[in-house]
């Protein structure tokens, strides 16, 4: 990991922080709460789910963990060995159909 320094007063360079704060807040201001503990909890379960539960798009749709614990790479590699099958099945199933039709 690298820190990256961007100039003041300028936000492109810091999008992604900037979006991970709007999605929190959006998500902690839809309840009312009425005592400190509450609120430490919804923010808690919020970054649970954003590095555990949550499929990151500029992650090739892993979660932060699964990158952290170099579990990436094997994910992918299954996603690909369960894809390919699928991907030809479906191709027979389509050319069936026409098949049918005619």
């Given at each position: 990991m690298q820190q990256v320094h961007g100039r003041p007063a300028h936000p492109q360079i810091k999008g992604k922080i900037e979006w991970y704060h709007k999605t929190m807040k959006n998500e902690v201001k839809l309840e009312n709460y009425y005592h400190p503990d509450?609120?430490?909890?919804?923010?808690?379960?919020?970054?649970?789910?954003?590095?555990?539960?949550?499929?990151?798009?500029?992650?090739?749709?892993?979660?932060?963990?699964?990158?952290?614990?170099?579990?990436?790479?094997?994910?992918?590699?299954r996603r690909e060995q369960i894809k390919n099958p699928t991907l030809k099945q479906r191709?027979?199933?389509?050319?069936?159909?026409?098949?049918?039709?005619l």
């Open positions: 509450q609120l430490t909890e919804v923010i808690g379960e919020f970054v649970n789910r954003q590095n555990n539960k949550r499929y990151h798009e500029s992650l090739n749709n892993l979660t932060p963990v699964d990158i952290q614990f170099g579990r990436g790479e094997l994910i992918l590699k191709k027979i199933q389509y050319l069936n159909q026409k098949l049918l039709a």
